[in-house]
């Protein structure tokens, strides 16, 4: 019987981080406005604040033109050689994760959400610890413009 409870319980935890689908390091918020429109808006903000744009691609659209549905699913790449120069030189692997990368998708739902690998997750996976001045600039700035990107 108590064997069988364990199991229970075992399962039950499995299934509850299973459901909740969220992603290691990724700082996800909702948007109010179009996938589209959100990117829009982040890529402005981004562009005022001086930062470069590298690229904008529509997973969507290239999914769809081979003939596989996709709900709309955009992502910007952007960045700023003033802040992520210095990740790279405590470590240059963090170049993999470099530039910054923000996706918009629509869930099944219908919901819009926009997303961003947290810099503290790019710190820890590539094992900087030397970096906690720059890290705070890049998540405050990052939290600042995609509020204001998902947000009225």
């Known amino acids: 019987m108590r064997k069988q409870f364990v199991l229970f319980v075992l399962a039950a935890l499995f299934a509850t981080g299973v459901m ?12 109010m406005h179009s996938v589209t429109e959100t ?11 001086g930062i470069t744009v590298a690229a904008r691609w529509n997973h969507s659209a290239k999914a769809k033109k081979i003939g596989i549905p996709m709900r709309d699913t955009q992502l910007l790449i952007f960045g700023n050689p003033k802040l992520g120069s ?7 692997t963090a170049a993999i994760d470099l530039p910054l990368k923000a996706i918009a998708w629509k ?23 030397d ?11 990052l939290a600042a413009m995609t509020a204001k990107a998902a947000g009225k």
């Open 20 to 31: 909740a689908q969220e992603v290691d390091g990724l700082i996800k918020i909702k948007s």
């Open 39 to 49: 990117l829009d808006r982040l890529e402005n903000i981004v562009k005022k604040k």
């Open 86 to 92: 210095h990740l790279m030189t405590a470590e240059q």
């Open 107 to 129: 869930d099944a739902e219908g919901q819009v959400w926009l997303a961003y690998n947290d810099p503290a997750y790019i710190a820890r996976r590539h094992h900087i610890t």
């Open 131 to 141: 970096r906690d001045e720059v890290l705070k600039k890049m998540s405050d700035a």
